[in-house]
């Protein structure tokens, strides 16, 4: 949705890449009815397009006798956000027990962007004919769930009493925790630091993800063994008892749960053995861990706007040699790069409408110079349908405007900030602004730009730098902040790194995704740190 004056009401992520599964649930509607007999008997197809082709990655079971199926069995695929993924469906009516498509009667199908599935989290279209024709009344249900557990378990234990160990003081003790394995065996999952000369050690609280502790069931035993360290690794064993997650649930702050740390050995040869002291619950809290994806099948939204230069280092765009001259394939470097974002983002902008605006230019009629004008021309509607609607503003204005300068960055910084802070009034995760500026080199406004971009970085909002041609962009990698916090004029440190800078002559032979890929690589992440950072949960999120 684009933007108006007033917003409407995850762990790290390991790799580079935000990569995870996602399963697709099919359902179809008044299918085709293609037998005589008896009504149609249809199964469903699933195809991702690798390297221009169709390829098959998986098909569902076959409903008998039925025009409305809801199918069981679901499709997995991984999700990558910074790559166009096209899905098709195709459902047939099973005739023949062969694996050949091409021996079944054809139902319809339906093709898009796993991207459009998961912004939507549930999508209902209609079927469409090999001739681009509806497929009678036939319609296609398609919902997304990310197949990932995100719940995480922290837990906070002491001891109280243990055995002393150790002849010329007390104990070290630490505790380690173990599931049990597939193969019957317990499998250690997590280990405490160890308090040193202590009978009543008190462990720092540790998080692990629940599914590490007991494959993400409440019910499931979890072993706990306490130790006395040694230096030499032949630790002495103190104790250990079995709980469960549930069981440890029951602690709270004001009700510590106690559990007795049993040494079987010393159980068996001394009668009156009551325990080797006690371990202690202090608090055991679940809590869920949202991912990026988390973000946006509960319904946030990316704002996109593009911020192009005009200033006069661009060359003059009637002539070949400038930056902005469409060249006989009808495009450029500018375009290419607003194609290559664009196509990505407006999948997760339910009313794809995005503001285009222009810095470094004089306008008509009075040849004023403008760092951030509406490249419609509409002050009051710089909006752009989709990116076609962009591509088309861009071409229009060329003509129209002349080139300038200085190339100043902060106002469009500035322009999209001011949404993003009202957007901070949202009590869950709804919007999530990007600025994509599109430049041919050096920045004239260095101290306003660092001190716009260390503002913005408190905000719901990231800022991708390509920069075009073969200028020197020494100050855009300063304020892409991988290798070093940036700081504003005043000494101010940025909150987060929020900028990700590309140059673009790094992709000019490769495969156009590669450039997505290079400019959207952080971007989930951002994503995910500022709403962590906020204590804000996904729009539609179950508690933990």
């Not at 995100?150 to 104990?171: E, P, Q, Y």
């Not at 009978?199 to 590490?212: A, G, H, M, Y």
């Not at 306008?363 to 021309?377: G, Q, R, Y």
């Amino acid at each position: 949705m684009a933007y108006t004056g007033t917003p409407s009401p995850a762990g790290p992520i390991g790799s580079q890449y935000c990569v995870c599964k996602v399963e697709l649930s099919v359902c179809g509607q008044n299918l085709l009815d293609r037998d005589v007999t008896s009504k149609s008997d249809p199964f469903c197809v699933l195809f991702m397009e690798v390297n221009g082709k169709w390829v098959e990655l998986d098909r569902t079971e076959t409903a008998v006798n039925n025009l409305n199926p809801a199918f069981s069995k679901k499709f997995i695929v991984d999700y990558h956000f910074e790559e166009v993924q096209k899905l098709k469906f195709a459902l047939f009516d099973q005739d023949k027990s062969s694996m050949q498509l091409y021996e079944h009667d054809f139902l319809g199908e339906f093709s898009c962007t796993l991207g459009m599935i998961v912004s939507s989290k549930k999508i209902t279209r209609t079927l469409l004919l090999g001739n681009g024709k509806p497929a009678g009344k036939g319609m296609i249900t398609i919902a997304a769930q990310e197949l990932s557990d995100n719940r995480v378990i922290t837990l906070s234990m002491a001891g109280r009493k243990l055995d002393k160990k150790d002849l010329f003081g007390k104990s070290d003790p630490f505790l380690e925790f173990y599931k049990p394995g597939d193969d019957g065996k317990w499998m250690l999952v997590h280990r405490t630091e160890v308090i040193k000369y202590t009978l009543d050690p008190v462990w720092k609280p540790f998080t692990v993800p629940l599914v590490s502790l007991c494959d993400g069931d409440v019910e499931k035993l979890v072993k706990v063994m306490c130790y006395d360290y040694d230096s030499d690794g032949g630790h002495d064993f103190i104790g250990e008892f079995q709980t469960s997650v549930a069981r440890m649930c029951e602690a709270q702050d004001a009700f510590p749960l106690e559990l007795e740390c049993i040494n079987p050995k010393k159980q068996k040869k001394k009668k009156n053995y009551k325990n080797s002291g006690i371990i202690i619950v202090k608090s055991c809290k679940i809590t869920r861990d949202f991912s990026f994806l988390d973000y946006i099948l509960g319904g946030c939204q990316l704002m996109f706007t593009v911020g192009i230069d005009f200033t006069a280092s661009n060359g003059n765009p009637r002539d070949p040699s400038s930056l902005h001259y469409i060249n006989p394939m009808g495009t450029n470097e500018y375009l290419s790069a607003i194609w290559a974002v664009g196509q990505i983002i407006q999948d997760y902008d339910s009313d794809k409408m995005f503001p285009a605006l222009g810095f470094g230019a004089q306008l008509p009629p009075d040849w004023k110079v403008s760092h951030e004008f509406a490249i419609n021309f509409n002050p009051t509607n710089p909006f752009c349908s989709g990116v076609e609607g962009i591509v088309q503003a861009y071409s229009a204005c060329l003509p129209h405007i002349r080139f300038y300068g200085p190339t100043n960055f902060s106002p469009i910084v500035n322009h999209v900030a001011r949404f993003a802070a009202q957007a901070t009034q949202q009590e869950a995760a709804s919007q999530y602004f990007i600025l994509l500026i599109i430049t041919d080199g050096v920045i004239s406004d260095m101290d306003e730009t660092r001190h716009a971009v260390v503002q913005a970085s408190k905000l719901p909002m990231s800022i991708i730098i390509v920069g075009v041609g073969n200028a020197d962009f020494a100050a855009m990698e300063f304020l892409d902040g991988d290798s070093r916090v940036l700081r504003s004029h005043t000494g101010e440190e940025a909150v987060r790194d929020i900028v990700q800078f590309v140059p673009f002559r790094d992709f000019r032979n490769a495969p156009k995704e590669t450039l997505a890929k290079a400019v959207l690589a952080e971007l989930p992440q951002q994503v995910v740190q500022y709403f962590k950072h906020q204590n804000l949960p996904p729009i539609n999120s179950e508690p933990a």
